[in-house]
Structure formats: C-alpha cells, structure tokens
C-alpha cells in the first residue's frame, strides 16, 4: 500500500503535463487558425487588381520579355535561410505565403518585395518605476526573447513590429506587477515571468509575434526600505538565537537535575567526579592545583 500512493501521484504529475502540454497546443492551433484567417481575410480584401492593373501587369511581362538579357538581374530576388519575402504588386499582397528561403521571381516593374527576418530577437525592458498592490515603489526591469512567427501579418498588420512589441513590453511589465505585492514579485518571479509572455503572446498574435520568453532581471528597493527589511531580518535573527539559547539551558538544567540525582543516590559517585575533575586539570599543564576535600572531614574539625 505504502508503494502505491508515489505511484498515484506519479500518475498524476504525468496527467497534469500532458494537460497542460495539450493546452499549450490548442493555444498554438487557434493562433494558426487565427492567423490563417486574418491573412485570407488580407487577400479578400485586396481583391483582384482590376482593369488598369491587369493591363500594367502584362505590359511589365512583355517589357520584361523584350528586355531578356537586361531585366533578368532585376526579375530575381534572394532571400537568406532565416528571411522571408513578402510582394506585393500594385501595392497588394498576391499570396497567403511568404516567399523564401532562396531564389524566386518578381516583375520588375510592378512587384516590390519587403524581406522579415525570422531570427529571434531579444531586448531590454527599460526599468520601470512601479508602484505594488501594497504601495511599495520598486524599480524593476526585464529581457523579452521574440520572433517573427507570421512575416505577412507582421508587414501588412503593424508599421513597426520590433519597435510596437517593445512598448507593449513595457506596459504590460507595468500592468502585470501593478496587481502583486512586494512579497510576492520578490519569491514568485517565474509565475510573473510566464504571466506577462501568456500576455504579450495574446497581444502580439494578430501581428504575427511569437513572444517566446519573458523574464524579470532585476528589482531595486528604496534604500530606506532594505534597511527596513535588513532590521527586520536581523531582529528576527536575534529573537531565534535568544529562543534557541533558553532552550539550551533548560535542557541542561534538566540534565544537571538528573545528574545530582543519580549522584545522591551514590556518594562514592561525588568522589569519582572529583578524581576525574582534577585528571583534565592536570592535562592542560596547569601550576595550580586544587585538592577538594570531602565536607565530611572538614566538618568533624568545625565542630571542635
């Protein structure tokens, strides 16, 4: 019986992760779908280019055929291993994939191409003067670890991915650690560390961001409030010795008690203790030597 309950727990730790690792994987399906939705929703909307840009489109085919040998240097675009291609022609996206990584062709005089880096990018959160749910004013700052998860919506979406995730950053460092009180945003830092990139995640998905990694590198007190904190510490130090201490002697005590005890039952006992008193005197080299003397002698002379 005593076997089984580790296993159960075991169990149970196991079924936890797997929930968590299946929520973990709804969340990232209905951010595709999302995603997937809103670029759709990019392509029906820019719609057909119409007439006048039908005909521009053919006329930059039959220029670009005409002029073979010197419009191939500008019909063919590379992008690297980690980019990808967003075009546009006529000033409309004309596919709901990116283009890349490699060699592919564009008209040149109609397409434009606008390349997103999908490397991840990391960047300090400027400190934030903060004030807790108990009224503490801290200083706190934090790194942020993001990517490009989606180069059409992160382009069509935002003018300015890197720079909007940042300030976003920032607000939600204020607004997560506004809600905690200075116990908890000194001993819980991971919990709030995975509550602002569940936040930032949610926010930035409609611009194609993955926020991947949030944590929080450092929180300076007041000085006044770390003397404070140091006091308090160093009493409740102080107090833990004194109690420490007093249950010392009161174990003594008890043993001396049981000794004279034992003693008095014995009184040759007395006489051993005082033998073996004057044997640890003796080993530490000492001039000085004192021979006790049983009270019993000393008495029969007191009284003449």
């Known amino acids: 019986m005593r076997s089984a309950k580790p296993n159960i727990s075991l169990q149970k730790l196991v079924q936890e992760e797997v929930v968590d690792q299946h929520i973990e994987m ?25 007439c006048i840009g039908s005909v521009l489109v053919i006329l930059s085919g039959l220029f670009t055929v005409l002029l073979f040998p010197l419009t191939i240097w500008f019909c063919f675009r590379i992008v690297q291993e980690y980019e990808r291609a ?20 564009i008209l040149p005089c109609t397409d434009s191409i606008i390349k997103v880096d999908l490397r991840t990018v990391s960047f300090d959160i400027p400190p934030q003067e903060i004030l807790t749910k108990d ?28 720079f909007s995730t940042r300030l976003l ?22 919990g709030i560390s995975h509550s602002m990139q569940s936040s930032l995640d949610e926010a930035t998905d409609p611009w194609g961001i993955k926020v991947e990694r949030v944590e929080i590198k450092d929180v300076k007190l007041p000085h006044q409030l770390q003397r404070a904190m140091a006091a308090e510490a160093e ?21 001396l ?31 000085t030597v004192i021979f006790p003397l049983p009270m019993d002698l000393i008495s029969h002379f007191m009284k003449k």
């Open 235 to 255: 009493a409740t130090r102080e107090a833990r010795a004194k109690v420490i201490a007093a249950e010392g002697e009161m174990n003594a005590s008890r043993a």
């Open 26 to 50: 709804d969340g990232e399906i209905e951010s595709q779908k999302r995603r997937g939705r809103s670029n759709d929703d990019l392509i029906e909307q820019s719609g057909s280019l119409g």
């Open 86 to 105: 967003v075009i546009f022609r006529l000033g409309r996206i004309i596919d709901r994939k990116a283009k890349g990584p490699g060699i592919f062709f």
């Open 169 to 190: 950053a920032q607000t939600t460092l204020r607004n997560v650690l506004g809600t905690k009180n200075l116990a908890e945003l000194l001993s819980d830092r991971e």
């Open 135 to 162: 009224s503490v004013t801290v200083s706190v700052d934090g790194v942020v670890y993001f990517r490009v998860s989606d180069p059409i919506s992160s382009v069509a979406n935002v003018s300015n991915a890197d």
């Open 257 to 287: 008690k049981e000794a004279a005890l034992v003693i008095g039952e014995a009184p040759a006992a007395l006489q051993l203790r005082y033998l073996q008193t004057l044997n640890t005197i003796a080993a530490e080299k000492n001039s």
